[in-house]
């Protein structure tokens, strides 16, 4: 339906691509301002050739495509305007979409006219169809090969970090401006990750396609994967049976808590508190296990299929998970309260890595770092999709912003998800499994959104004729939140980032798709 010059679906909906209006650029920008300042959220921007979306198209003109999340309305709003190599950028009046500019520019060569920080996102070369001329019409910059923010003044001073780290994690550049130890600004370089998924995906979809899904962001493999599924289902007009939407919804919950659990038990590690650090580490394991029962694998891989899933749970296998669930609730609840009671953990949490709602809404912030201000955002509340559209979830917030509010938040989701999955396991529908998944039907769009345990999971698909997608684009909550980190450590300690790092936790790789 169209609902004030955009089109309004549900999530994981399909909609007529043709029914998408086209307006003039100046009219997008409008409406993605005035839309975010009325509450509305930015789920993705993106470009795309007109040629691939409109037969018949010359070359050189490109499609900016919006998808605006109503959570009053239970929406999503769609829109698009054409434009040739450069626009009007929306970011100065709309921060949020300044990552999403700063892609767009490297990814097609289209200029945002007066974005204040035009610099590379992923340090890759401008995709095939991309406008000529410009800077990325070359070769990329190397990953770091790139201006950093300068701050002057006596006594002013440059840390820079990785982007090889002494642990065994990704890579990721940090630049600090410090006076002394505080923080003045932070500038985070990511781009070594870039592994091309969101173009294999793309390509498809074929055989491999869920498979690409599912290493977007590894820790992430069931949220993407579900979400992936939820777009092919949608093009190819698939009703999923009610058992398989039940065990998703497990697999999803499963992957919350055991990644909320192993971040609780990281926090109290980079504060020196071993009790919990140790039991939260091997606790998230025992979770993880729950998952590779489910499916063989402890990352959730080979679940989520299009039409349904690929693994039943018979009687046995779910009385076995509700056991060791009993076992997790009970071992969490004593390793997690530990945190709680320490007054040594909670005044070094406190106050540390503090963010205004204000500035969170401002900058788009979503998941757990998100109700960690106050913000009720939650795609299972406010946009439900499968099993969430008949059960409820409460939406876990904190007001104060800072580390120990986003280590309450996951602290909360954690007990939430352990009673979802507790009732689900108890109360499995009967049916089939899996249902006959179609071609896709051409000329159809869909936005899928999924609550992964970092966030909303976007992924956008538009199909064409023969079965194809014409379009294929990926949002990790990751892509929302990185800059959140960055202005939280403002007026911090540089000692803090590693405790505020860890407690946003965010992907590098989801980041760089």
Known sequence: MRDGGTLALRNAQAGQLSRVPVMGIDDLGALVVDSVRAGAAVSALFASPAAALRAGRADGRFFLTVVLQHPER??????????????????????????????????????????????????????????????????????????????????????????????????GHFRFQCHGETVLHLEISLGYQ????????????????VHFAETLAGDTSVGHAVAFCQAWEALAGCAVPARALAIR??????????????????????????????????????????????????????LARPGGVGFDLDERLADQLREQLREAVRDARAACGLLWTAPSVVARFEGTGSLAAATAREIGLVGPAARACGIE????????????????????????????????????????????????????PAGELRAPVARLAPGRIVASLVEGWRGEICHVAASEQGGRFALYKVVDPSFHNWFGLALAMRAGQVSDFPLCNKSFNLSYCGHDL
Request: charge should be neutral; hydrophobic fraction near 40%; aromatic fraction near 8%.
């Open 74 to 171: 239970g929406s999503l709003r769609l829109a698009r305007a054409e434009v040739g190599s450069s626009y009007p950028s929306m970011t100065p009046d709309c921060p949020s979409v300044h990552l999403f500019e700063r892609e767009i520019a490297e990814q097609w060569n289209l200029r945002p006219e007066g974005h204040p920080w035009l610099k590379p996102v992923r340090f890759h070369e401008a995709l095939p169809g991309a406008a000529p001329g410009g800077r990325a019409s070359a070769p990329g910059p190397r990953c770091g090969d790139a201006a950093f923010f300068k701050v002057e003044g006596e006594e002013v001073h440059e840390v820079a970090v990785g982007p090889v780290h002494a642990g065994v994690i990704e890579p």
């Open 194 to 209: 870039h592994r091309g998924v969101e173009a294999s995906l793309s390509a498809g979809p074929d055989n491999r396609s």
């Open 249 to 302: 919804a497990i697999a999803l919950e499963l992957e919350r808590a055991a990644n909320h659990v192993g971040d609780l038990g990281a926090l109290a590690g980079d504060v020196g508190f071993l009790p919990t650090a140790s039991w939260c580490g091997r606790i998230r394991g025992d979770i993880l296990n729950m998952t590779a029962l489910m499916c063989g694998s402890r990352f959730g891989r080979g």
């Open 377 to 428: 955002r939650d795609v299972r509340r406010d946009l439900p999709t499968g099993l969430y559209r008949f059960t409820h979830i409460p939406v876990s917030t904190w007001p104060t912003g800072d580390v120990l509010a986003r280590a309450q938040v996951r602290w909360l989701e954690v007990q939430r998800s352990f009673a979802f999955i507790e009732e689900q396991l108890r109360a499995l």
